[in-house]
């Protein structure tokens, strides 16, 4: 209990700042979170799906947290130079745990859809937060729940009334930003009423040369008949540390599609649990992750079919170079009675150097006789016939592998429905592997794009870009 | 298909009697209950052990007080109260350890008859010397003279520690040390009978051995203890076979069996699992404790395990393969079917660490009434195993809405050129499949059996022609019926 001394300590002296920079409806589970977090501690390596990752090791350093809700001075439209207004989709910022509502899009949403700080929703719309607040990430069940229930005030609040339908993604951008090593607790609480469809993208991103911390606990309410598709891509830096837990529940004949990108990182830890608690709802989730150096990332899902008649789909790529660590862990679970139930389940993992190392467990429960459920796993190289083939055309060694590469993570990146991010996404993955680092880019890669698509002339509605400073 | 029929049916399997249920009536020396270094002395003491293993075995005890029973199975294992059981039990007393055939008690021998196992060699199958282990101690080693002569040691692990303690303090404890898990530990300390296998070089052991494990005596546990060497260029084929009587009381059954495979030499270990598996209440039954472990330590060594799990209440064992030798080659096949209240959580360890490695694991899991069967599975390539392949298929097959099938394969690469590939899936008897069985006349129950016969080939054919035929009736009688 070493590493978690300085958290206890933290939060019994700072309770009233931290209560005070916040919101009633927040505050209210942070005891229960305490006392929960003083009995279960950092998940240890002991737990099954702490296994690949130690958590009391990251947490060990002295970070700063900023509680008492000290501005922090940036214009997150203006530090990426690229204020689009005319983008196809909904730019957000949020800063470390903070919703920046200093200068909000100027595309209006369609009415009752709210994407707003957490906190403010707390006060203004207390009927939506209320019974959903910490309902699926229990603080009781996991200690990094409790820990970020604990210090949390702020976070993202976005919610999609029935029978909405948002035709623009919106795009959140989460900004980490500090003059000091900064701990970052934030809160992100997603509701999708029934028959409402919403396509939501995420991006991490760095931008002070700092060690990072930041814990994420997510919350997903997907009603009826509603349809979620959530990008999440993450381009930090080596020195951040992430644990974000989401925690989805879905009702009848709803589909969500979650994908899941790492492409720069230093430590990364996902926990993803979806559970299936109506009818014919259909879970896909993807994963794509390119690492080297010394990244770590550790994907961790659940898939808890609890009724019958419901689809899941799951693909993981990893492809690890350098001293990369990756582990995979994804478990179906069928609970009794959920018959007819259909699951699919993949992993396929490149390890190209002898110091790195991947893990993989894909894991089937099945307690019900009419499923059709399946998985497969592989851990392997690049195919030598194939290299070969091309080196013999002419293509260097370097560039035939690099073509294999992006071929072999190309499945999951053709699995974004959003025509023009999974172009950019191509391309930045393709950068990536190319060996391109952050401090060779200044700006939001999914912007900074526009121009260079732009060049190479593709089409597709994100690289209508006008306004910014690049594109001028 | 009509439910009632389906009713019968289920009803019928249910009631079906464990064929291997009685008890013989033999008089048996068996110490008080309770564990202690006394007790570990005196099990040495009885065996006429010599100082070196008295040693291992406290030093194991000692470790083994130090140790929590493990929790992460998937298991909702009964608690065990280690005092509470006798571990020795020599159902031979009545005549000297050791002594000729003729000093054999006559029940023990009848006991053996029924149980398909003649211990007198112009009855015996021709190919086949036999080991049977009752309780704590060897009853008798069929063919000893006849495989002699070719330089091969086929005995009681108690004899080969008499007659030949160098080789068995060369290997004992090398492949699965005292301190490796809980049971081993356990095991280490306290165990009795199991067979000594020694095949010399360039020899190609002219039958199969077998050892036949009986547990008899009430309020016991079998620690058996089973060493194999097989040397340079050496061939051997080993069977195991199990049953015990029906008792309302959990028995222990925590075994160890070590394998060591020399250069060239290639070892095959079949198991046919038939302990008691409790009633269709789920009371009784044998807990199947076991720690398995093959070391393939020359070049081009090869091991295969197979299995075909069907008795014990419990059953937690993980055969595993430690390839050192460059270019060995492991494979490990099995057949678990649960059935009433039964639980298994099997599979296997692959660990590559010598050069061109090669492994193939086809594990099929069939769960019936309130079973749960669960396999799982480490598949492990260290950083100098360079070339390493490995292929893993685990099929689950369920039977019934009550049952779950469980699939928890662990995979951990470090070297790049390894080729791992896993693969899994879960489902019932295809409804076609059935159908097309009984529009041509075959009535269910046939049908269920050929179906499930049909899936488990892959790992029927493996087993030497006399065990296939055991285990196919196995199956055909624990599944006829049991469709969901």
């Known amino acids: ?168 993604p919106l795009q959140i951008i989460n900004i980490l930003r500090a003059d000091v090593d900064l701990m970052v607790n934030r809160r992100v609480l997603i509701v999708v009423e029934n028959g409402a469809d919403v396509k939501l993208l995420f991006c991490d991103h760095a931008i002070d040369d700092h060690q990072f911390l930041a814990t994420q606990v997510s919350e997903v309410y997907v009603g009826e008949n509603a349809h979620l598709e959530l990008y999440e891509l993450e381009e930090t830096h080596v020195k951040s540390h992430r644990f974000a837990n989401m925690y989805v529940d879905q009702q009848r004949s709803s589909t969500t599609t979650i994908d899941n990108l790492t492409l720069h990182n230093g430590m990364t830890r996902n926990r993803t649990d979806v559970t299936l608690s109506g009818e014919y709802a259909e879970t896909k989730m993807y994963g794509c992750v390119v690492a080297d150096k010394q990244q770590h990332v550790d994907n961790n899902t659940l898939i808890d079919h609890r009724v019958p008649n419901c689809q899941s789909t799951e693909l993981y790529k990893y492809v690890l170079d350098g001293e990369a660590l990756g582990a995979f862990a994804g478990r179906v679970l069928v609970r009794e009675g959920a018959q007819k139930t259909t699951s699919q389940e993949t992993n396929a993992n490149l390890v190209a150097t002898d110091t790195a190392r991947m893990y993989t467990q894909p894991m089937l429960e099945i307690y019900a006789d009419d499923v059709k459920c399946s998985h497969g796993s592989t851990v392997g190289q690049l195919n030598e016939q194939a290299l070969f083939y091309m080196r013999q055309r002419g293509i260097p060694l370097d560039e035939a592998r690099m073509l294999l590469k992006f071929a072999f993570v190309g499945e999951v990146l053709d699995s974004i429905r959003l025509e023009p991010l999974r172009d950019r996404l191509h391309y930045l993955v393709e950068k990536r592997f190319r060996g391109q680092t952050m401090e060779q880019r200044e700006q939001c890669q999914i912007h900074s794009s526009i121009a260079e698509s732009r060049e190479r002339k593709t089409e597709g509605q994100l690289s209508k870009c006008e306004g910014c400073k690049l594109c001028k | 298909m009509e439910k009632n029929n389906e009713q019968t049916l289920i009803q019928e399997i249910a009631d079906k009697k464990y064929e291997y249920g009685f008890t013989t009536d033999v008089k048996t020396d068996i110490i008080e209950k309770g564990l202690n270094e006394d007790v570990v002395r005196l099990i040495s003491y009885k065996k006429g052990e010599p100082e070196w293993l008295l040693d291992f075995r406290l030093k194991a005890f000692r470790y083994w007080q130090t140790l ?116 081993a530990a356990l095991n280490s300390a306290v165990f009795s009978d199991g067979s000594f296998v020694y095949i010399p070089k360039g020899v190609r052991c002219p039958m199969e051995l077998s050892t036949y494990f009986r547990i008899n005596a009430r309020g016991t546990g079998q620690f058996e203890r089973t060493l194999i060497v097989c040397d340079d260029d050496a061939y051997v084929s080993y069977l195991e076979g199990c049953t015990a009587p ?105 660990i590559h660490l010598g050069k061109n490695t090669k492994s193939t694991i086809i594990s099929k899991g069939i769960s019936a009434g309130r079973s749960q069967n669960a396999y799982r599975g480490l598949v492990k390539v260290g950083k100098h195993a360079d070339g390493a392949r490995n292929y893993s298929s685990c099929d689950s097959l369920l039977l019934g809405d009550k049952c779950g099938a469980h699939t928890f394969p662990y995979m951990d690469v470090q070297n790049p050129t390894a080729v791992v590939e896993h693969e899994a899936t879960t489902s019932k008897i295809s409804e076609d499949q059935l159908f097309y069985c009984n529009q041509r006349g075959i009535p269910l129950e046939d049908a269920v059996g050929l179906i499930v016969n049909g899936y488990a080939k892959d790992v029927l054919n493996k087993l030497p022609m006399e065990f296939a035929a055991e285990a196919q009736k196995l199956l055909g009688v624990s599944l006829e019926g049991a469709v969901g």
């Open chain 1, 1 to 168: 209990m070493i590493a978690e001394k300085q958290y206890i300590e933290l939060y019994e002296q700072c309770r009233g700042m931290i209560n005070e920079h916040s919101a009633a409806l927040l505050n209210e589970p942070r005891e229960q979170a305490y006392n929960d977090f003083c009995h279960l501690g950092f998940p240890t390596q002991k737990l099954e799906r702490y296994k690949y990752t130690n958590v009391a090791e990251a947490f060990a350093p002295d970070y700063g947290l900023n509680l008492q809700h000290i501005d922090i001075p940036v214009n997150p439209y203006e530090v990426f130079r690229c204020d689009v207004p005319n983008l196809s989709t909904s730019l957000y910022f949020v800063v470390n745990d903070r919703f920046y509502d200093k200068v909000l899009p100027k595309a209006s949403l369609p009415d009752g859809v709210l994407v707003m700080s957490l906190a403010e929703a707390a006060i203004k719309y207390p009927h939506l937060i209320e019974g959903r607040y910490g309902r699926l990430a229990r603080s009781s069940k996991d200690g990094l729940n409790a820990l970020n229930t604990m210090f949390c005030q702020d976070g993202l609040f976005i919610y999609v009334p029935r029978n909405t339908i948002v035709e623009r």
């Open chain 2, 68 to 183: 929590k029973e493990p929790t992460w199975g998937h298991l909702n294992m009964p608690e065990i109260d280690y005092q509470d059981i006798s571990y020795y039990a020599d159902p031979t007393a009545k005549s000297p350890v050791g002594g000729k055939q003729g000093d054999i008690d006559p029940e023990l021998m009848k006991t053996f008859d029924k149980l398909g196992i003649p211990l007198e060699e112009r009855m015996a199958l021709s190919g086949m010397a036999v080991d049977a282990v009752m309780d704590s101690v060897s009853v008798k080693t069929t063919f000893r003279e006849r495989l002699k002569e070719m330089g091969i040691i086929f005995c009681s692990i108690s004899e080969a520690v008499r007659e030949h303690p160098d080789l068995v303090r060369q290997y004992l404890g090398s492949v699965v040390p005292y301190r490796d898990n809980f049971f």
């Open chain 2, 246 to 350: 029906m008792r309302d009381e959990n028995q222990l059954h925590a075994a160890i069996v070590e394998i060591v495979v020399m250069e060239n030499a290639e070892v095959k270990y079949s198991t046919v699992q038939n302990w008691y598996p409790g009633d269709k209440e789920g009371k009784g039954g044998v807990l199947n404790l076991v720690t398995k472990r093959g070391h393939l330590r020359g070049r081009n060594s090869r091991l295969s395990w197979t299995q075909v799990e069907t008795g014990s209440a419990i059953t937690w064992k993980y055969p595993s393969c430690v390839l050192s030798g460059d270019g060995s080659q492991a494979e490990f096949y099995s057949v678990a079917l649960t059935n009433n209240f039964q639980q298994a959580d099997t599979g296997t360890k692959m």
